[in-house]
């Protein structure tokens, strides 16, 4: 029998650059594993052109990405949610979120930065999102599936 894949829902107010980079790196990297989608409190309709410059730099699709509202996937059912910036994680959940684990992977938001400064900070936030990749699969090796 196959194990289902795990859904994991990243949330961040906007969801205009830290959850698209992480739902972006996890769809090219987690493979079957994981089905992964971001969304925010309060999206701001557009994600930010520098994440996609920052996406596409680092050979990562961005294809589909879009920045939109966490009520889209009130049915989904979502395994895991991560929040990955803290006003976020602050944020009252709503009440569909109560089965899904919870976990806060903060991130810096390189898109307040400029320049070389705002292109070495997405590099990191990048690599961070890779590394803690590393863990969801660990989760997803034994997280039990609804």
């Not at 079957?32 to 309709?45: D, F, N, Q």
Request: overall charge negative.
């Amino acid at each position: 029998m196959t194990t289902p894949p795990l859904k994991v829902l990243v949330l961040c107010t906007h969801n205009r650059c830290r959850s698209i980079l992480f739902e972006a790196i996890a769809r090219a990297e987690a493979g079957r594993e994981a089905i992964v989608h971001s969304a925010g409190s309060e999206p701001a309709g557009e994600v930010h052109p520098a994440t996609l410059e920052a996406l596409s730099r680092a050979g990562i699709s961005t294809e589909g990405l879009c920045s939109e509202g966490w009520d889209r996937y009130e049915a989904w059912g979502p395994d895991v949610v991560i929040t990955v910036c803290d006003r976020a994680a602050k944020e009252p959940c709503p009440l569909w979120l109560g089965q899904a684990q919870r976990l806060h992977w903060g991130l810096p938001d390189p898109s307040l930065l400029e320049g070389t400064a705002q292109s070495q900070a997405f590099v990191e936030v990048i690599a961070t999102i890779r590394a803690r990749l590393r863990d969801l699969s660990a989760l997803a090796a034994t997280h039990p599936r609804r």
